[in-house]
């Protein structure tokens, strides 16, 4: 796997129209980047995207600022009775989340293919 120095993401066109589809690559740490994908998330979560799907896969690290930033977009959503989904969690970010109690609200799976079905 490549290892991104920073976070970048993609906004994929998903077939339904409540739900955002996220693709991120890199570290998800408190970085710039990383408030922007919050900011920009919440945004579309206020115009009816509430089902926000983050594809994890190419994630190379998560930190406590950016379980952080994962903890924020879960309460947005809830907050428009949304929900948050992250597929393809790498080990270690998964403990870092299960470490923050993160997998206690937030459905992660497999694939992105199981996250339509979440």
Same mark, same amino acid.
């Given at each position: 796997?490549?290892?991104?120095?920073v976070l970048s993401?993609?906004?994929?066109?998903?077939?339904? @129209?409540?739900?955002?589809l996220v693709v991120? *690559?890199? *570290? %998800?740490?408190?970085? @710039?980047?990383?408030? =922007? %994908?919050?900011?920009?998330? =919440?945004? =579309?979560?206020?115009?009816?995207?509430?089902?926000?799907?983050?594809?994890?896969?190419?994630?190379?690290?998560?930190?406590?600022?950016?379980?952080?930033?994962?903890?924020?977009?879960?309460?947005?959503?809830?907050?428009?009775?949304?929900?948050?989904? %992250?597929?393809?969690?790498?080990?270690?970010? =998964? *403990?870092?989340?299960?470490?923050?109690?993160?997998?206690?609200?937030?459905?992660?799976?497999?694939?992105?293919?199981?996250?339509?079905?979440?």
């Amino acid at each position: 796997m490549t290892h991104h120095p920073v976070l970048s993401y993609t906004v994929e066109h998903h077939p339904e @129209p409540t739900t955002q589809l996220v693709v991120l *690559k890199g *570290k %998800l740490v408190g970085s @710039p980047e990383a408030y =922007r %994908l919050l900011e920009e998330t =919440r945004d =579309r979560i206020q115009e009816g995207q509430t089902r926000v799907c983050l594809v994890m896969d190419g994630v190379s690290m998560i930190n406590s600022s950016g379980a952080g930033v994962i903890a924020a977009m879960y309460m947005s959503a809830r907050r428009q009775d949304g929900r948050l989904i %992250l597929a393809g969690v790498e080990e270690r970010s =998964r *403990k870092v989340l299960e470490f923050m109690h993160l997998n206690d609200f937030v459905q992660i799976v497999d694939t992105i293919g199981d996250a339509a079905d979440a």
